[in-house]
């Protein structure tokens, strides 16, 4: 799988994105626009992070509520636990420097990080909108878009899953990620929708 080799292993992952050997990290990718909610996260985190005193989140992309998000980690006491990484060039490499998964956006149509996240084998949570529910199907965790409450029940229960469940989650992941998503699988999809075998000659 072409996604899969291109992966960095973790230990150089971490190094590369400066992440220490022993943290516990939640990862964001995504642009820090509106849509992505990312201030939802933060607000989930903050309220889990006392109970996971080894856990950081790791956001990974830049954009227009930098600043924002910097004040509200600051108004939170959150710094040195939440990172905004700034632009990773080619992050899907970084993804085994991560534990766990989640992707907050609203409008999120097709979401090809979580497709990453999923070939990288992390566990995931992702919001109930757009069409990241429609990709991780039941290999991922799903809270109401916005609510920093639901999510921050998700984060626990990604955070207390065990070596033996994440490595069940991963085979599962693979499993839907190779029946769904394969170049192959994608064009059988493609051209069974209604609307394109409309325009379909004879």
Known sequence: HAM??????????????GIARDAFVFANVGRLHPDKDQRTLIDAFAAVAEEMPDAQ???????RLRDALTAQIAALGLEGR??????VPAAARYFKA????VLSSDH??????LL????????????DCGGGPEVVGATGLAFPLGDSAALAQCLRQLYRLSAAECADWGRR????????????AVADVFWALPFVRERLPG
């Open 116 to 127: 990453e996240a999923m070939v990288a084998g992390l566990p995931i949570a992702v919001s």
């Open 82 to 87: 939440v990172r905004l990484t700034g632009p």
């Open 98 to 101: 991560f534990d766990r998964f």
């Open 173 to 184: 992941m693979d499993e839907r990620a190779l029946r769904l998503f394969t170049p192959q």
């Open 108 to 113: 999120e149509p097709f979401g090809m990080v």
């Open 57 to 63: 989140l790791l956001i990974v992309g830049e954009g």
């Open 4 to 17: 899969r080799r291109q992966l960095l292993a973790r230990e150089e992952a971490r190094d590369a994105l």
